[in-house]
């Protein structure tokens, strides 16, 4: 359970973690705003309560491994990374540069932190499966996280994976839709329906479990109930709001794969710091 200090610690990190976001994507001119925002809270409690790992060394093999399936979110990985220590913070303005670590997806061979390089929509519950599972027959205690963006489960990879999971038991993974109701083509519910995803998930055997993805308390919670599940995977489904922080990016489909210019970088610097969104 969060205190009041612990809370106040990780707003910090969220606050600050978005600023990262904003400062990396004006300088690359180019990239993800809008699902990178939605994810801040989600990634603030995995890498800064949640997930065991160690900055210094990120191949530890006793570590918990993140898998960002919404690869084309790296902005917000990079963020979380750069902010646990993995690599120095000045390296988030060479987001996209040619022969740069951070690319627009991220690269495992390449970036400290990154379990797995992800970009081909659909892909990464599987890959979470595979890890899930080798962790268990290495007797290892590790943790498996990954996140899911719902226009992404529209693909039918996911569903395949969604059966593996709950065929092979995997308590010890834990999914989260990033429910922002939006994608590059518009409404969800418009381009391809996944209706109550939480139902869904439900019917194929999984533990599942609802939080504002932008309140700390109830991730937490629902991250904590998670680790507690025995004998099935747990999804929650978070909502969110794609843009998060930045009012005029807010629920807003056009801020899909759109980079701030830099006046629009200065207003929502100007937001993120004075929490003045809603």
Not at 39 to 60: A, C, D, G, S
Not at 95 to 119: C, E, F, I, N, Y
Request: hydrophobic share 40%; with cysteine.
């Amino acid at each position: 359970m969060l205190t009041c200090e612990n809370e106040k610690e990780l707003a910090l990190r969220a606050r600050n973690m978005r600023c990262h976001i904003i400062r990396m994507l004006e300088a690359a001119g180019s990239g993800h705003t809008g699902g990178s925002l939605s994810i801040v809270e989600i990634m603030t409690l995995l890498y800064f309560k949640h997930m065991n790992v160690r900055p210094q060394e990120p191949h530890w093999p006793d570590r918990d491994r993140f898998v960002l399936s919404k690869g084309h979110a790296a902005p917000g990985l990079y963020a979380a990374l750069c902010e646990a220590g993995f690599f120095p913070k000045e390296e988030l303005l060479t987001l996209r540069k040619m022969g740069a670590r951070l690319q627009g997806h991220p690269d495992s061979k390449k970036v400290p932190g990154v379990d797995m390089s992800t970009g081909s929509l659909g892909q990464g519950l599987s890959v979470a499966n595979g890890m899930a599972l080798g962790l268990r027959l290495s007797g290892k205690a590790a943790r498996v996280y990954t996140i899911l963006g719902d226009g992404e489960s529209e693909e039918g990879q996911i569903w395949e994976a969604v059966m593996t999971a709950a065929h092979y038991k995997l308590d010890n993974l834990t999914a989260f839709l990033d429910y922002n109701g939006l994608q590059i083509d518009g409404e969800v519910t418009r381009v391809k329906s996944v209706l109550n995803p939480g139902a869904r998930f439900q019917a194929f055997g999984w533990n599942v479990l609802y939080a504002d993805g932008h309140n700390l308390r109830q991730l937490d919670a629902a991250i904590e109930l998670a680790k507690q599940t025995k004998g099935v995977p747990t999804i929650i489904i978070a909502k969110t709001i794609k843009g998060k922080g930045v009012s005029f990016a807010e629920d807003k489909a056009e801020w899909h794969g759109v980079a701030p210019k830099p006046d629009e970088a200065a207003k929502a610097l100007e937001e993120i710091m004075a929490g003045g969104c809603k």
